[in-house]
């Protein structure tokens, strides 16, 4: 994982970062035995992956272009 750019992109850490304050809210609203505040949580995390394709949309996000040099898988020796 450390030779591609998986996920270093504003979109991916704007849309992971919203998602996680929302997943925080939800847990917080579950111990708290508050239905709406969990609910509420829950569109916060839906919200996150919304941003992140629009920011992925508006070219903040990984290209869709393949790569010039395919990366290749290392196998470990069957033996």
């Known amino acids: ?3 591609s750019s998986h996920g270093h992109t504003p ?5 992971v970062t919203i ?11 579950t111990v708290l035995a508050d239905p709406l505040g969990f609910w509420a949580g829950l569109v916060i ?3 996150g992956g ?9 070219g903040l996000g990984k290209s869709k ?5 395919p990366v290749r898988e ?3 020796v069957e033996g």
């Open 45 to 47: 995390v839906a919200l």
């Open 50 to 58: 919304v941003v992140g394709l629009v920011m992925q949309a508006a």
């Open 1 to 3: 994982m450390a030779g």
């Open 19 to 29: 998602a996680f304050i929302g997943f925080c809210v939800s847990g917080a609203f």
């Open 65 to 69: 272009t393949k790569p010039a040099h």
């Open 11 to 15: 979109a991916a850490w704007t849309g």
């Open 74 to 76: 290392t196998v470990g």
